[in-house]
């Protein structure tokens, strides 16, 4: 069902990257994980950034244990 999905909420985003919801959190606190949060409550996950976002750190993990 998420293949078809271009927006994620957090608990798809979990299912999607196998992250828990406070680890999650922690990342968009930080700035470190992209995310929206157009009317001030909900917050939305654009999956195209989020897979640009994760394949950026996948390719420095490998780099970095080279």
Same mark, same amino acid.
């Given at each position: 069902m998420l293949i078809d999905k271009k927006i %994620?909420?957090?608990p798809e985003v979990c299912e999607y990257t *196998? !992250? =828990?919801k406070r !680890? $999650? !959190?922690r %990342? $968009? #606190?930080? *700035? $470190? %994980?992209p995310a929206s949060k157009p009317n001030g409550s909900r917050m939305f996950f =654009? #999956?195209?950034a989020l897979e640009n976002w994760m394949l950026g750190? =996948?390719?420095k993990a490998v780099n970095t244990t080279s």
């Open positions: %994620l909420t957090i *196998g !992250y =828990s !680890y $999650v !959190y %990342l $968009v #606190k930080q *700035g $470190v %994980l =654009s #999956k195209e750190k =996948s390719a």
